[in-house]
Antibody
Framework: EVQLLQSGGGLVQPGDSLRLSCAAS????????LSWVRQLPGKGLEWVSA????????YFADSVKGRFTISRDNSRDILYLHMNSLRAEDTAVYYC??????WGQGTLVTVSS | DIQLTQSPSSLSPSVGDRVTITCRAS??????LAWYQKKPGKAPKVLIY???TLQSGVPSRFSGSGSGTGFSLTISSLQPEDSATYYC?????????FGGGTKVEI
């Protein structure tokens, strides 16, 4: 079955770090660029970050640039989002995605003291 | 960055109505546009990509048109299960921006 299965997330305090994982199955992971997308509470979808199929090139939204990094392990078919210096405004449901195709189930990240 | 402007932001049609949502890009994106259906608590579901290609398993009442800067999503005969928020997204270049969304409440 073609799927992206997410793990990680939860409640953290402002300034903390957190890592989200996204395990792929059912497709040739190393052939595709992948993204992270989030939905803030009551808001629309916001693209967060992307990584090329080889991992050589990364892209970030201005709202997370310098605080988030993205990486992938093509030997294990796993995508990561490393989130540092978290802020209350990063509270959202985060999705990994092979955009315009497969999406993970989403994971809630809550940043609150 | 490419801005996507969706309209309307919400609508309240009836079952069987024909519904059209538009998405305008701030500059040309060829046909690199996707349409998604988003329901609360669920991941977005891709309906159409690229601009006019219906994804496998999506009912034929959904259709997409347009290229360049102007696009539309049409639902030919609205069904109760189509209540959702619909988003467009450009995949022409990074950042991969989304439109603001259109909430369809039946």
């Amino acid at each position: 079955e073609v799927q992206l299965l997410q793990s990680g997330g939860g409640l953290v305090q402002p300034g903390d770090s957190l890592r989200l994982s996204c395990a792929a199955s059912g497709f040739t992971f190393g052939s595709y660029a992948l993204s992270w997308v989030r939905q803030l509470p009551g808001k629309g979808l916001e693209w967060v970050s992307a990584i090329s199929n080889t991992g050589d090139t990364t892209y970030f939204a201005d709202s997370v640039k310098g605080r988030f990094t993205i990486s992938r392990d093509n030997s294990r078919d796993i995508l990561y989002l490393h989130m540092n210096s978290l802020r209350a405004e990063d509270t959202a449901v985060y999705y990994c995605a092979k955009v315009a195709d497969i999406w993970g189930q989403g994971t809630l990240v809550t940043v609150s003291s | 960055d490419i801005q996507l402007t969706q309209s309307p932001s919400s609508l309240s049609p009836s079952v069987g109505d024909r519904v059209t949502i538009t998405c305008r890009a701030s500059r040309g994106i060829e046909n690199y546009l996707a349409w998604y259906q988003k329901k609360p608590g669920k991941a977005p579901k891709v309906l159409i990509y690229p601009a006019t290609t219906l994804q496998s398993g999506v009912p034929s009442r959904f259709s997409g048109s347009g290229s360049g800067t102007g696009f539309s999503l049409t639902i030919s005969s609205l069904q109760p299960e189509d209540s959702a928020t619909y988003y467009c997204q450009q995949l022409y270049n990074y950042p991969l921006t989304f439109g603001g969304g259109t909430k369809v409440e039946i």
